[in-house]
Structure formats: structure tokens, C-alpha cells
């Protein structure tokens, strides 16, 4: 589904390049490929050994990146960032990579993931003198690093790390080395590769296919890599890590041709509309998925179910950047001019409609009245994913838990809502066997489906995200 019509969006992604002439072009490229993950800001900070220069602005990667700005941007490693803003908000101060200055030199800073105790590290660093520049949980980081009593920077940036609480995929440029790190839980995507004898990192694989950069492997969970003209350097700072990717990577928010933990996105989908076709048989006439991430889960479902997968919705996709929609009424407008149901297709048909995920319950509808009004006689919604009963802490904007719709009404009482004939939702345990192949839940975060979060979530925390 479409990311800004459904209420839910992911924050950002990250990407860096160490010791390659053309580091700002291929961070171009690289963000480029991300630009699903945030569409409202994007940064590049380069350095050329001896100094970072920043671009950054708001908008999206081609937007903001003209021919004439990457002229002026040279050097031999580089951080990029793309943003959609939830924690701290929008605003061109917002926009990543920040960049800081002090006497001992230069640090920027690309966060992917949502602190859940910045507001309680902003107040004790207010309180010891710190002024904040941005409303961004990001900054936070920078704050503790140039606090710490350390005299090296990667134990001023372990002792930093250490601090924080929630998702973040770091990237950490100097002008002469590029750290990268990642939460004690690994809730977000975040890999190494090379190119020739240039080291890449990125939130997602799919970048490195874009540039012919080699996988190496992905970050571990309370890992900090150095890479500096010494080569590449591993230690971890957090001994207490257990893993618990983002269950939602591989449902929605990553390009289907992206690997997270060596899985392929798109077949993790698939293997769930299959599974999906096992828990929820029903007798019908063709298979369609919502444009573009159920695609793949309505492949899975009609291969094992026999049923046809045609294409029974299309996507606009030269609509223009509608994503800013506050109001609901707007929201529902931007279903209409985006999606489409194929009158030849499902007109006297019963239709099995695969779907990621039910948010808010708006689009559902919607989409369920396109199909009817196009003449298909059932619309039965199966849903690849559990029902989204509570709000995400680390960097997923899911909504306040009052606008989940599955987080106060059954599932009858949601299908009567949408006005499908049946819904089902795919269980947590089916869903986790179709990503992983194995029976459990562990080595996700699973924390919107089910309310069990891998982290402490800091008071201040929860109640921002229950009454925004
Ligand atoms: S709460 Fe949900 S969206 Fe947030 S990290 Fe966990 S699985 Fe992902």
C-alpha cells in the first residue's frame, strides 16, 4: 500500500560511503534507492579529508540534488539521510545528516530509528548547559559525545551509545573516519558492502544493487564499526544484545528486493500470502493485492490457493506528492486518485483482496467499495500481517493507539467497518514461520501486533505517542 494514504510511515534511511573518489555521487544514488523510507528531507555530507560540507533541504532526493549541487560536492567519503519526520517534527533543521562543529573538528550525524528516552537525556543535558539547535531525538547523540569525558572519540561515542534507549541505526561521519552503529536490539536494517576498496553502508541492500556494491554482511546488534586508512574495525558496545528486527521491514516498509538477515523481502511477503491461503481458504474467483508492497502476498496466496492472481487494482503513478494529508477527508480523496479497480478484472467476480496491513481502516473501505462499485460480487480481505492494535515506539509513524482501528473493535466489527464480506488477519506465528521458516516469535520486535516491546518505554514516550 501506499505509505501516505495508510498511516503508516517509516522515518528514514540511512547511507555512507568510506574511500571512494565519487563518495557524494554514490550517496546519490543510494538515497535515491531509499527514497520509499522518507520522502519529506534529504542530506549529503562529504568529506574531503580535511573538511564536511553539508547540502541538505526538503524534499526528495532528485529534487534537491540537481546537476549543479552534486557539482559542487566533492570528497572521498560521504553520509546521506532520507526523512519523513514523526519524533521532533518536520522543518529544514530537521533534515539529516546534522552537521556539528568544535574545536577538536568536525561530526555528522544520520539516524535511522526513534530514541525512546531523548526527552529524558534532553532534559538532564538542558539541565547541564546544553542548547538544542533541532527538536530531533538525533542531536541528542551529539550532545553526549562532546560531554563525554573521554579523550579518544570512539569511547566518547560508546559511552554515548551506551546512554540511549529505542531504534537507531547510526552513521557517524569525521573527517577522517566513518562509524557506524546499531541499537542493542538491531530494530531497524542496516548493512556493510564493499566496492572494490571502498566500504558502503546502507539501511537496505537494494542500495547496494544500484551502485555494484558487494554485500559483506549486516550490522550486529550493539556493534560499532570504525573505518578509517587503517581499514575496518569491529567492537561492540552493548554485550546484553538480543535481536529483534522490525516484523513491519519485511511486511511493508522495505523494497521487496532488498535481503534483511539474508531473507529477500519479497519472498518473505510471498511465503506469507501463502501461509495466509492455508489459515484463511475461500472459495473465489480471482486473487488481487494492493499496489505496491501486497503484490507479492497475493502471489503467495493465489499459488498455494489455486485461485488466479489478476491484476484487480492499479496504482496511479504519476500522481503528484500528495503525502501530506491531515484530515481524513483528504486521505480518502488520495485512495481515489491513486488506486483504481480493473472493471474487466473483478466485475461479476468474487475477490480475494490480499493486503499488507489495516491501519486506520479508512483505506480498506475504500478500497473494498472501489472493488464493489466496480461489480465484483464478494470482496473477502485477508490481511498478511496481525491486527496493528498498539502504536510503534521506534521510529514507525503507526498512529496514536486511538486511531488503530484494530486496537478497540474485534475483527467482525472491523470487517462490518470496511464492508468486506470476510477479513481474516494472518497470525503472529504464521507470519513469523513465513519470514524465518522456524516455529517462535524471537529475534523480532513484534511490539504494535502484540504490546510486548523489546525496550523500557520511557513514561514521557508513552504518552506522547497515546495522545498525539
Ligand atoms: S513496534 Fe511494530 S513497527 Fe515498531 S519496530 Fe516493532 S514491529 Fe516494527
Known amino acids: 500500500m501506499l505509505a501516505e494514504i495508510k498511516g503508516l510511515n ?8 568510506w574511500g571512494h573518489p565519487d563518495s557524494a555521487q554514490l550517496t546519490y544514488y543510494g538515497l535515491h534507492s531509499l527514497q520509499h523510507r522518507g520522502q519529506e528531507g534529504t542530506g549529503i555530507v562529504v568529506s574531503d579529508g580535511d573538511k564536511l560540507r553539508v547540502v541538505k533541504g526538503e524534499g526528495l532526493v532528485s529534487e534537491i540534488f540537481t546537476a549543479d549541487v552534486m557539482e559542487k560536492i566533492k570528497g572521498t567519503s560521504a553520509v546521506g539521510h532520507v526523512r519523513y ?31 525512546v528516552n531523548a526527552n529524558f537525556l534532553k532534559h538532564q543535558l538542558e539541565g547541564q548547559g546544553s542548547i538544542f539547535q533541532t527538536s530531533s531525538d538525533t542531536e541528542v547523540l ?30 557517524i561521519l569525521t573527517e577522517n573516519e566513518l562509524m557506524v552503529a546499531l541499537d542493542p536490539h ?42 578509517n586508512k587503517d581499514g575496518i574495525t569491529s567492537e561492540q558496545f552493548a554485550f546484553n544484545s538480543t535481536k529483534s528486527i522490525c516484523a513491519m521491514e519485511y511486511i511493508y516498509f522495505s523494497r521487496p528486493d532488498s535481503n ?23 472459495e473465489a474467483d ?17 499459488e498455494v490457493s489455486g485461485i488466479p492472481y489478476e491484476m484487480g487494482l492499479i496504482k496511479n503513478k504519476y500522481v503528484g506528492r500528495t503525502f501530506i494529508q491531515p484530515t481524513q477527508t483528504l486521505r480518502e480523496q488520495g485512495v481515489k486518485m ?37 461489480g465484483a460480487t464478494e470482496v473477502h480481505v485477508v490481511i498478511s500481517s496481525p491486527p496493528i492494535k498498539n502504536p510503534c515506539f521506534y521510529g514507525i509513524d503507526t498512529s496514536s493507539k486511538e486511531e488503530l482501528i484494530a486496537s478497540d473493535k474485534s475483527v467482525e466489527e472491523i470487517r462490518q467497518l470496511i464492508g468486506a464480506d470476510s477479513l481474516t488477519f494472518l497470525s503472529t506465528e504464521g507470519m513469523v514461520g513465513a519470514i524465518v521458516k522456524t516455529e517462535g516469535t524471537n529475534g523480532f520486535c513484534l511490539g504494535c501486533f502484540t504490546g510486548n516491546y523489546p ?10 505517542y497515546y495522545q498525539k
Not at 263 to 274: D, E, L, P
Not at 290 to 298: E, F, G, N, T
Open 10 to 17: 517509516e522515518e528514514c534511511g540511512v547511507f555512507g560511503v
Open 85 to 115: 519526520a514523526t519524533a521532533g517534527g518536520g522543518g529544514y533543521e530537521n533534515v539529516q545528516p546534522l552537521l556539528f562543529h568544535s574545536q577538536t573538528g568536525s561530526l555528522a550525524l544520520a539516524h535511522n530509528g526513534n530514541l
Open 142 to 171: 551529539a550532545h553526549l559525545i562532546r560531554r563525554s569525558g573521554f579523550s579518544e572519540l570512539k569511547d566518547q561515542v560508546k559511552n554515548a551509545l551506551s546512554m540511549l534507549k529505542g531504534a537507531y541505526a547510526y552513521l
Open 186 to 227: 538491531g530494530l531497524r536494517p542496516l548493512s556493510l558492502a564493499c566496492l572494490g576498496d571502498a566500504y558502503v553502508v546502507a539501511s537496505e541492500t537494494c542500495a547496494f544493487d544500484v551502485i555494484g556494491a558487494e554485500f559483506i554482511r549486516d550490522i550486529r546488534p550493539g556493534e560499532l564499526l570504525i573505518i
Open 260 to 282: 534483511i538477515q539474508g531473507i529477500n523481502v519479497h519472498t518473505a511477503r510471498k511465503n506469507m500470502g501463502k501461509r495466509l491461503a492455508v489459515e484463511a481458504p475461500i
Open 286 to 302: 480471482v486473487v488481487t493485492g494492493v499496489p505496491d508492497s501486497s503484490i507479492s502476498a497475493a502471489i503467495g496466496y493465489a
Open 338 to 374: 491513486k488506486l483504481s479497480a480493473v472493471r474487466g478484472v473483478v466485475e461479476g467476480k468474487r475477490v480475494v483482496m490480499v493486503d499488507d496491513s489495516i491501519v486506520r481502516g479508512t483505506t480498506s473501505k475504500r478500497i473494498v467499495s472501489l472493488l464493489k462499485e466496480a
Open 455 to 464: 525496550t523500557e518505554i520511557y513514561p514521557d514516550t508513552l504518552q506522547y
